[in-house]
């Protein structure tokens, strides 16, 4: 029962008081308020900064890219070097690069035309027909004659300034060009012994304009090292010019200076395709690219909205992950990279640099709106004299008269620390319509993110505030009874705030903070307009409570 009408007088002074405790609440909020604010704001100003920063980099330092060259290109080994990507990239990062282009380019070839200055076909026919002759010959010798010499194969080989062009595919290949004349070329995944047809191709429009090629016209394509017995009879099936000459997936390559294939069609003819001898005018076996050097790519775009503050430390790992798992699943045949992490280490920099401010100024408003709590609380005692001299009359001890006073802040200092994120949330967003913010967020509430945990804020915000109010009963609680009746009247004698002028102190100091703000740019007053920089918010919070101070020292 003592316990119960204890909590009953508890909630009594707590209506009664009612006026003053919401004045007290309000402040115990916004006491808590500001402590949390700085790990809101900090992060918040942070995500930002991150979202700006990744949107106006530049492609090739945020990209993902993997890349591999073999110098006898095989179409197993690329497939299995594009399974292993495609599961990576899903296993790994596909949350912030969910797209992936592959590109495979061979090394540079000489465009060797047939119909120039030598005509390469008709100096093999001519061979063909010779050696033909010179075996026939031999075969009638007698036993004991020299058999003639039969000479080398006349194999094509470039001018002393051939064209040099590159063969470049992809899985989808044809949807990255438009085709200017002819059509675009089948699928000819291999052919058959008797099959002596060209290889149908399709060259980009400054190869057929250097070359002088039309559809139809053929040329020979041979490696730029290599066997001499390796190259190729080609025919102009299209010619063609990039969709988006700005994609990605070019590169730093001239998409006008290439020569095209379907991948089936690049993976069938990089392998050894038997033919008939007689087929071939250089009697080959054999036809195809054979021990091609080709370079697989992988491009990964990024996407700078899907990254997120709170997942800086998760894109790091990930990133990682895919680097070390693709060298050592591949053998260390992919080499994968990207330039993201090196532009969130700088964003770490600043990060700290732009920290440091914040905090500060945070700091002094804190200190600032305790103090205003403090005072506001010690002057209410003082009021209160009489109120606490009953108490004692009636035989209420000091810690029981202490109790009650302690209680009464304690549920101050609950109810704030319940309200007090909300209002820091609310005090953050709205820096996001001030100035530079409003600039980088459209003048929208600033998003309020979050990475470190408020509660040791909210907490120590607490504790903070049930310090402030519930100590200053403690002078109050020994003073004998009539000297507690004398207060309201007649108050003993000033406190240690008006005595050493705190807060005219903390005015001073305010125009000191103001001072400098201005100095250094966060306060913009040109053109005959202030403008309130996001860092300079707080000033009018300070001064609101430097302000309150005056107030209370002129109030009877």
Request: charged share 20%.
């Amino acid at each position: 029962m003592k316990l119960v009408t204890y909590l009953g007088l508890v909630a009594r002074r707590l209506w009664a008081k009612r006026g003053i405790l919401i004045g007290s609440l309000l402040g115990a909020t916004l006491v808590i308020a500001l402590l949390v604010v700085v790990p809101l704001y900090q992060d918040s100003v942070k995500a930002v900064d991150l979202r700006f920063s990744l949107q106006s980099a530049l492609a090739e330092e945020v990209d993902l890219t993997a890349v591999t060259q073999t110098t006898s290109y095989t179409a197993a080994e690329a497939e299995a070097n594009r399974d292993l990507i495609s599961e990576l990239h899903a296993a790994e990062v596909i949350s912030w690069y969910p797209t992936i282009t592959e590109r495979l380019q061979s090394r540079e070839m000489f465009v060797i035309p047939t119909g120039g200055a030598v005509d390469w076909i008709a100096r093999g026919e001519e061979w063909k027909d010779l050696k033909a002759e010179i075996d026939l010959a031999n075969s009638q010798l007698d036993p004991t004659e020299e058999p003639q010499e039969i000479p080398n194969p006349p194999y094509p080989t470039p001018a002393p300034e051939a064209l040099q062009v590159r063969i470049f595919t992809n899985p989808t290949i044809a949807d990255h060009l438009e085709v200017v004349e002819g059509e675009w070329p089948e699928n000819q995944p291999g052919i058959r012994e008797d099959d002596a047809d060209p290889l149908l191709v399709a060259v980009g429009s400054d190869v057929a304009l250097l070359a002088q090629l039309e559809v139809g016209d053929q040329f020979i394509l041979k490696p730029f090292s290599g066997l001499p017995s390796v190259f190729e009879l080609v025919e102009v099936a299209a010619i063609v010019a990039p969709a988006d000459a700005g994609a990605k997936i070019w590169g730093v390559d001239d998409p006008a200076l290439m020569v095209y294939l379907p991948l089936d069609t690049f993976d069938a003819w990089t392998q050894p395709i038997g033919i008939a001898a007689v087929n071939d005018p250089w009697l080959r076996g054999n036809r195809g690219l054979t021990d091609l050097t080709v370079t697989q790519r992988w491009i990964m775009d990024f996407d700078p909205d899907s990254l997120e503050f709170e997942e800086v430390e998760q894109v790091r790992g990930a990133l990682a992950n895919f680097r070390a798992k693709a060298s050592q699943d591949s053998g260390g045949l992919i080499a994968a990279n990207s330039f993201l992490p090196l532009l969130l280490d700088e964003f770490d920099v600043r990060s700290v640099t732009v920290g440091g401010p914040i905090l500060a100024i945070l700091a002094l408003v804190v200190g600032g709106a305790i103090y205003f709590l403090i005072y506001t609380a010690a002057l209410t005692l003082e009021r209160e004299g009489p109120e606490i001299a009953l108490l004692k009359t009636r035989g209420a001890s000091t810690w029981q008269t202490t109790g009650i006073h302690l209680a009464q802040s304690a549920v101050v200092a609950a109810v704030a620390a319940i309200a007090a994120p909300y209002v820091a949330r609310l005090l953050v967003g709205v820096t996001g319509r001030i100035p530079p913010l409003s600039d980088l967020t459209g003048g929208e509430p600033l998003q309020v993110s979050q990475v470190a945990s408020i509660t040791p804020y909210v907490v120590g915000g607490s504790i903070v505030t049930f310090l402030a109010m519930g100590l200053a009963i403690i002078p109050f609680a020994r003073r004998p009874i009539l000297e507690l009746r004398s207060l309201a009247a007649r108050p003993s004698g000033s406190s240690v705030w008006q005595r050493y002028n705190l807060d005219l102190f903390a005015i001073a100091l305010s125009v000191v903070v103001l001072f400098q703000l201005v100095q250094r740019g966060f306060i913009n007053t040109t053109g005959g307009e202030v403008r309130l920089d996001a860092l300079a918010v707080v000033f009018p919070v300070l001064l609101l409570f430097t302000g309150a101070l005056v107030l209370l020292r002129l109030l009877p």
